[in-house]
Structure formats: C-alpha cells, structure tokens
C-alpha cells in the first residue's frame, strides 16, 4: 500500500513558476513508477508526465514539454513537479499517482494510488 500526500500549488501570474511535491509512505517507494495529472473543470483528468522508479526516465504531454519537469528523490519518498513558465491553460487540480513498475505509464486506468489533489490556478 502507498499513500500519497501533496503539497504545493496556488495562485499564480502567467510566466510564473510553482512546483508540487508529492510525498509517499511505504518503503517500497523506489519500487513505483510516479506521474503526475490534472483535471480541469468540465474535463477529463489528463496524463502530464512520468517517471520511472529510478529516475532514469521521465516523458510529458507535448503542452508542457519544456516547461514542467519531473524527478524524484527516492530517499525522501518524494516526487516533484517543477513547472515554469505557467500559462492560463494549466490551471487545473493536479494529482499525483503511483503504480508498481519499472516502466513510464500514461493513462489514469494504469496508476493504483493518487494524492489528494491540489488547485494550481494561472492568472492571465
């Protein structure tokens, strides 16, 4: 069992940076692949990166691709989501996931546990 627990978010202006941090309990924590996704109002929760259990690969969603990175730091059990240069279009509940595996896993059905969520709103 892992839980996740995150923190992070808020509000901020366009061009600006946040990052999230997404905590997990358990001991097996380098043994998860982690990702991390988003919902916004009305939409469906979409696939915003990736990374593998060791840190050795990540991927992203084509939008953020230069702009949001990924890492882990699996001493702290603990994911990040660094994010620049923030556009109105990421404003969203971001969720970080975790899921047993030594690949990169991109949709919503392939996670097994999710964070609490947390609001990243981007003013224009």
């Known amino acids: 069992q892992v839980q996740l627990v995150q923190s992070g978010g808020g509000l901020v202006q366009a061009g600006g940076s946040l990052r999230l941090s997404c905590a997990a309990s358990?001991?097996?924590?380098?043994?998860?692949?982690m990702g991390w996704f988003r919902q916004a109002p009305g939409e469906e929760r979409e696939f915003v990166a990736t990374?593998?259990?060791?840190?050795?690969?990540?991927n992203y969603r084509d939008s953020v691709k230069g702009r949001f990175t990924i890492s882990r730091d699996n001493a702290k059990n603990t994911v990040y989501l660094q994010m620049n240069s923030l556009k109105p279009e990421d404003t969203a509940v971001y969720y970080c996931?975790?899921?047993?595996?030594?690949?990169?896993?991109?949709?919503?059905?392939?996670?097994?546990?999710w964070g609490q969520g947390t609001q990243v709103t981007v003013s224009s």
């Open positions: 990374i593998t259990w060791s840190g050795g690969r990540s």
């Open positions: 358990g001991r097996t924590f380098s043994k998860y692949a």
């Open positions: 996931a975790a899921t047993y595996g030594s690949g990169t896993y991109y949709s919503v059905s392939e996670y097994a546990y």
